[in-house]
């Protein structure tokens, strides 16, 4: 028994790794706009409907205790109908990204916190503390680019590969014996997805998730018909507050100095889509300008 476990852990890296080319059609549908590499097996570890599941019942606890203490914005709420709206024109481009999210129950809540955060859970609940709307004083422009960006890690299951990952760190070769035995699936994998990912709101990806979200989020938010630009006075407007305490958005979005870099250098990628959506011609639009004096307008100039 020993010697076969010992044998499935050995096997186990080989099989994650040519366990199919994982061709999907929504990155071959993805012919224009922003490129990115194919996702991350170790998502595979975690079965998304799992982790969706255990993020539903997450989000609907803290929506809970969130109403409890009246901290929970009512469906009336200006900026609540605001998220929505801008939600609403965001999810219709995010099917060419994963498939799944068009059985995904989307919610998008408003927390009364003064923390500068916001997420979105596996399965599309969103949730914007007031804290980053009213410290930064979110432009709609602005909102769009963090809204795609946490959906964007869902989108492209950043949540189940960092599980995936955390479970092949602490189960080893308890998780090669499930995985050659159980087909992918078994409950106490589901166990260890809940809590290879204890809070699926507040996780710290990886750099090269980070800039995967950053362009993804981009994409979605130019073919919404926003300006890819805000992403820059966004990024500005968070080093403004981040020299007082560091907001909690940042601590779980490590924030790189060549974030900024990163939008601008993906600009020529989206700023047609933009254009397009908008109906406008690309080298007419005026510069960006976000609503906080000490932030200069943002160009860009087609090559
Ligand atoms: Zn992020």
Redesign the pocket.
């Known amino acids: 028994m020993k010697t076969r476990s010992l044998a499935f852990s050995l096997l186990f890296p080989f099989v994650l790794l040519t366990a199919g080319s994982d061709s999907h059609a929504q990155d071959q549908q993805t012919q224009d706009g922003v490129k990115v590499g194919e996702m991350s097996m170790f998502r595979k570890l975690a079965p998304a409907g799992a982790l969706e599941n255990q993020a539903a019942l997450q989000y609907n606890q803290t929506m809970q205790q969130a109403e409890k203490q009246h901290a929970l914005g009512p469906d009336n709420h200006p900026q609540v109908i605001r998220l929505r709206a801008i939600a609403n024109k965001l999810i219709p481009y995010t099917l060419r990204w994963n498939e799944r999210s068009k059985q995904w129950k989307w919610e998008i809540n408003l927390v009364g916190s003064k923390q500068i955060n916001a997420y979105c859970m596996p399965g599309g609940k969103i949730a914007f503390y007031t804290g980053i709307l009213d410290t930064l004083k979110l432009t709609d422009d602005e909102v769009a680019i963090v809204m795609g ?2 959906i964007a ?1 869902a989108l492209r299951e950043h949540g189940a590969e960092r599980a995936g990952k955390s479970m092949v760190a602490n189960m080893g070769v308890k998780l090669a014996e499930l995985v050659a035995g159980a087909k992918g699936y078994d409950p106490n994998v589901v166990g260890s997805v809940a809590s290879g990912a204890a809070n699926l709101g507040m996780l710290k ?1 990886s750099r090269d ?2 800039t995967e ?1 950053d362009v993804v989020g981009l994409d979605i938010a130019a073919r919404a018909g926003y300006d890819p630009r805000a992403g820059i006075a966004l990024w500005q407007k968070m080093g403004m507050v981040n020299k007082g305490a560091p907001p909690q958005w940042l601590s779980t ?1 490590p924030a790189g100095t060549d974030r900024i870099a990163e939008i601008r250098r993906h600009l020529p990628e989206v700023m047609p889509l933009y254009a397009h959506a908008k109906g406008v011609d690309l080298a007419t639009i005026p510069a960006y300008q976000t609503n906080v004096k000490n932030i200069a307008p943002v160009n860009y100039s087609a090559r």
């Open positions: 960006h946490e890690h990806f998730d980070e979200a979005h």
